[in-house]
């Protein structure tokens, strides 16, 4: 029984030292990129969004027009609809990165294989703890640019932002010494 409970001793622990590293997706901010080396590895991250995103494009095209024997105008409009979905947490890549005229980091990212198919992040003001949201060209409709088409972007909760994976690890070294005591000298 006491061989037992000595072996347990040794394999808790190493079980413990097991869960000190973890994973998670966080919010991307300058603090991150700084901690890992700064803005030339921007586009070594793998990017995360933060909700669902709904792109919706709709296309009005006249289909037929004409005056019934009565001298009622008869018209037909077809709306044609679009409609791309990106999952929370669905991964891209940063495509580019610059800095606006306030010196906030901007991130083009794109969740596609279609390289002209990117959305825009960028960082929330001044400050490395800022998350980077998404850009609209007009804030008000939520309308952006995505590979050359006017989209409008759905989405519920809080407005969308950019996360990374982060690993973190604590590595802990400890050094043990037995004091040897000392005796009095008479």
Known sequence: ???????????????????????????????????????????????????????????????????????????????????????KNTMGIALNSFRDEKDNLTLEICFEENDNRRITFKQDGPGSDRKFYIVYQDPFSRIINYGGELYTVDYSGDRPYLKVKIYKQLKQKTKTKWASGRRVQN
């Open 1 to 87: 029984m006491k061989i037992y409970h000595i072996k347990m001793v040794y394999f808790f622990p190493a079980i413990l030292i097991g869960f000190i590293g973890c994973s998670s997706i966080k919010p991307i901010t300058q603090n991150i990129i700084n901690d890992v080396g700064g803005n030339s590895e921007i586009e070594k991250f793998q990017y995360y969004v933060s909700s669902r995103l709904v792109l919706n494009d709709a296309k009005k095209i006249r289909d037929q027009q004409s005056i019934t024997k009565y001298g009622t105008a008869a018209i037909t409009d077809v709306v044609y609809r679009n409609r791309i979905i990106i999952s």
